[in-house]
């Protein structure tokens, strides 16, 4: 993503075509678990009977303990850096479409991570063709998930702090399973609903902390970040669709590269109107780093210790990322959070953590 970026929260999946869809940091192509280069989060597809090695399907199980401890302990500090890389997005992001236009900062980025994606499948021998019918759909989605998710997000970075766009875009997972039960294809469970419910109010102690009650420009910037959410919400939901027939690395790239070749002739336009065509350097680091640093090495690291380390433990790591990212902020940009947002980032990250659950904890004890 530019954003945290999609992908188990862990138990916390939504069922289609068989295959299970959780909001993490990015997709696997079909059959196994590899990274298709972007820096938000977007769908894993975890094979429903167990977790497969780039060679072949292995039980999860038997996968896991044929794993050496210190393989498994790089592996996690692989995930780490990987949730560092991530959380430092929001505020390398922020100072570039501070310094430079969002419009051609988003298309320049977003559709060279797509012609990226799309080489690098072709390298390791994967296909890139789409049925029309699908290409459609990518090509609509991409818009709505890649173009206009980066705009909202990033164009919102101007307005709020970043470490108040991770707290915000951290509810995505929430509202793919709203848009789930609304289309029917996934009932809400009751720890959804509870998780969704503290989270949401988080939320709201979140934007009134950023002065949003004002209905100023905090209150566009963290409508527009809900709004970008909502966004990538509904191209996790179309992806879980078109991936079982296409695979991941062929929809995530063509969606890129469609989503940001509609902003092309818009950020060309602003371009020109600059009184100085070069790019300024923060913006190029941004480019670079959202690029090459979000969208691709943390992606590399996740899905790699994703068959070593097992999809719900490696899971549990994303709730450092809003964590992470409201302490860079603060230190790199000096950007502070209220204590009121304090305590709905608290809230949110509970949110997360409950509605990952398999069933709420109270009910676990009583039985």
Request: charged share 10%; hydrophobic share 55%.
């Amino acid at each position: 993503m530019g954003a945290p970026g999609w992908p188990e929260f862990a138990a916390w999946t939504v069922s289609i075509a068989r295959v299970r869809i959780a909001v993490i940091a990015d997709c696997s192509s079909r059959g196994s678990i590899s990274a298709p280069l972007r820096g938000c989060w977007c769908p894993l597809i975890v094979d429903s009977i167990g977790v497969s090695s780039t060679g072949g399907a292995m039980p999860r199980r038997s996968l896991m303990s044929r794993r050496p401890t210190s393989v498994r302990a790089v592996a996690e500090v692989g995930v780490l850096v990987a949730m560092l890389i991530w959380a430092a997005n929001f505020t390398v992001v922020k100072a570039a479409v501070t310094a430079w236009p969002v419009l051609p900062f988003s298309a320049i980025r977003i559709t060279a991570a797509g012609l990226i994606v799309l080489l690098w499948t072709q390298l390791r021998g994967g296909s890139i063709r789409m049925a029309p019918r699908d290409l459609l759909i990518t090509g609509a989605f991409g818009v709505i998930g890649q173009g206009a998710y980066q705009l909202l997000w990033a164009g919102s970075l101007g307005t709020i702090n970043a470490g108040t766009s991770a707290l915000l875009i951290a509810v995505t997972p929430f509202l793919t399973a709203i848009f789930a039960a609304l289309l029917r294809i996934d009932p809400l469970r009751p720890a959804t609903i509870a998780g969704g419910l503290i989270a949401f109010a988080g939320v709201a102690a979140v934007a009134l902390g950023e002065g949003a009650g004002a209905f100023g420009g905090t209150t566009a910037g963290v409508t527009a970040t809900l709004l970008a959410a909502a966004c990538w919400a509904s191209y996790l939901l179309a992806g879980a669709r078109v991936i079982p027939r296409t695979g991941a690395l062929a929809f995530t790239g063509w969606s890129m590269v469609i989503g940001g070749a509609v902003l092309i002739p818009f950020g060309a336009i602003q371009w020109t109107e600059l009184s100085s065509p070069a790019i300024p350097a923060v913006a190029l680091f941004g480019i670079l780093y959202a690029t090459f640093g979000s969208s691709s090495l943390a992606n590399v690291l996740y899905f790699t210790a994703v068959p070593v380390v097992g999809p719900a433990r490696v899971a549990s790591f994303q709730l450092l990322v809003p964590f992470l990212a409201v302490v860079i902020s603060a230190f790199v940009l000096g950007e502070a959070l209220a204590p009121v947002q304090a305590l709905g980032g608290a809230l949110i990250i509970l949110g997360i953590w409950a509605g990952r659950q398999t069933q709420l904890p109270f009910r676990r004890r009583l039985r």
